[in-house]
C-alpha cells in the first residue's frame, strides 16, 4: 500500500487533537523517493525529530548528531505523553525509559533501559555506544553511567517509596494502561550512510522492570549500512517477538523497495501469530537509495518524512489481510 498524504485540514486536526501544540508538521505531496539527506520518523510528533535531524545533516553535522538532536526534542516535549519522562508512568507510578541508538558503518550501537531519572535516554545509550565496550545497560546502573557521562537528570528523591509500597502490594488495582508510542527515527545522510534512534517511555502501566522492543537492536530498530533501516513503534511485545525491523532491512537486501518489505513483514508476522493481524504494531523504513515506506498491522499509521523539498505528514491505512 503506497503511502498516501493526509489533506492539510486533516493534518492540522489530527496534529492538534493527537499531539502537544508545538508537536507539528507541514506538508503537502510526497513522493516515496528523495535525493540529498532523508529523515523518517514515526507519528506526527515526529516531525519535530526529522526536521531538527535535517537540519542538523544540512548544517554539515553528523548523522549521530542528527539522530540524537531530533529525539532529544522529542524527548523534552515528551511528546504525545509516550517519549521522555513526561511520558506514561509504569504500574507503580514512576517512568522508565528506553533508548537505543545505532550507525551503520561498523554496526556500533548503544542502549538503555529501565533507565530512572534521566532527561535524554537517547543520550546515554549514545553514551553507552562510544564510551564502553558494551551495548546495553539496564536500570540503576545505566543511570550511574549517564549520570557519569553528564547526561542531564531529575531528582529520583520520590523513587524508593514508590518502589517499597510496590514490593508491599501497595498497588494501583487499575493503572492506566493506556498508550504505547515511540519515536523511532531514521536518517540517511548526504553521503549515503544511514544511522537510527528510539525512545521511549514504554507501555503505560507496565509492570516496573518490563522491557519493550525500543531498546532490542533487530526489534524495535535495526540499520545495516549496506542495504537500509527500519524501525517500529506499536505493542513492543509483539515486535520483539518477530526480530521484526532486522526481517523488514533483510527483506529490502533480498530486493523488495521500503514500502514492500514493511508489508510483507506484518503478513508474515500475522500469518503465523496467534493474534492475527491485531497486532498493534507499524513500521517505518528507508533504504540506501533514498526510498521510503511505512506498514501497519490495523490502524491507519501517520509518520513524517523531511528532505531537501520540505517536511511532509504521511499516513498509509492498516495492510489488506491476506
Not at 44 to 63: D, Q
Not at 75 to 92: H, I, K, W
Not at 203 to 223: C, E, N, Q, T
Request: glycine fraction near 14%.
Amino acid at each position: 500500500m503506497v503511502p498516501r498524504v493526509l489533506s492539510r485540514p486533516f493534518v492540522v486536526a489530527f496534529v492538534f487533537l493527537m499531539a502537544l501544540a508545538a508537536c507539528t508538521g507541514t506538508g503537502s505531496r510526497a513522493p516515496t523517493q528523495a535525493s540529498g539527506p532523508i529523515t523518517i520518523a514515526t507519528w506526527p510528533f515526529g516531525a519535530i525529530a526529522t526536521e531538527l535531524a535535517h537540519r542538523t545533516l544540512a548544517s554539515g553535522g553528523s548523522r549521530l548528531d542528527a539522530i540524537e538532536t531530533g529525539i532529544r526534542e522529542v524527548e523534552r516535549q515528551s511528546c504525545d505523553g509516550s517519549v521522555g519522562l513526561g511520558g506514561r508512568p509504569n504500574a507503580a507510578g514512576y517512568p522508565q525509559l528506553d533508548a537505543c541508538i545505532l550507525d551503520g558503518p561498523g554496526q556500533r550501537a548503544g542502549s538503555v533501559a529501565g533507565l530512572e531519572g534521566i532527561v535524554h535516554p537517547i543520550s546515554a545509550a549514545r553514551a553507552v555506544m562510544e564510551h564502553s565496550r558494551h551495548v546495553m545497560l539496564v536500570g540503576e546502573g545505566a543511570r550511574w553511567f549517564a549520570l557519569e557521562h553528564g547526561v542531564a537528570s531529575v531528582d529520583v528523591g520520590d523513587l524508593p517509596a514508590k518502589k517499597q509500597a510496590w514490593q508491599q502490594r501497595q498497588r494501583e488495582p487499575n493503572p492506566d494502561r493506556s498508550g504505547h508510542d515511540t519515536v523511532t527515527l531514521l536518517a540517511l545522510d548526504g553521503e549515503g550512510h544511514l544511522a537510527g534512534g528510539c525512545s521511549t517511555s514504554g507501555a503505560g502501566g507496565k509492570l516496573p522492570g518490563r522491557v519493550g522492543d525500543s531498546p532490542i537492536l533487530g526489534a524495535g530498530l535495526y540499520v545495516d549500512d549496506e542495504v537500509g533501516a527500519a524501525g517500529a513503534t506499536g505493542i513492543g511485545e509483539n515486535v520483539m517477538r518477530w526480530c521484526a525491523t532486522f526481517l523488514i532491512v533483510e527483506r529490502m537486501r533480498a530486493g523488495l523497495s521500503p514500502q514492500e518489505a514493511c508489508e510483507e513483514v506484518v503478513h508474515r508476522i500475522a500469518r503465523n501469530d496467534p493474534k492475527g493481524y491485531a497486532l498493534d504494531i507499524c513500521f517505518i523504513a528507508l533504504d540506501k537509495h533514498g526510498r521510503f515506506g511505512a506498514a501497519a498491522s490495523n490502524q491507519k499509521f501517520p509518520f513524517a518524512v523531511t528532505t531537501n523539498a520540505g517536511t511532509q505528514l504521511l499516513s498509509v491505512e492498516a495492510v489488506r489481510p491476506r
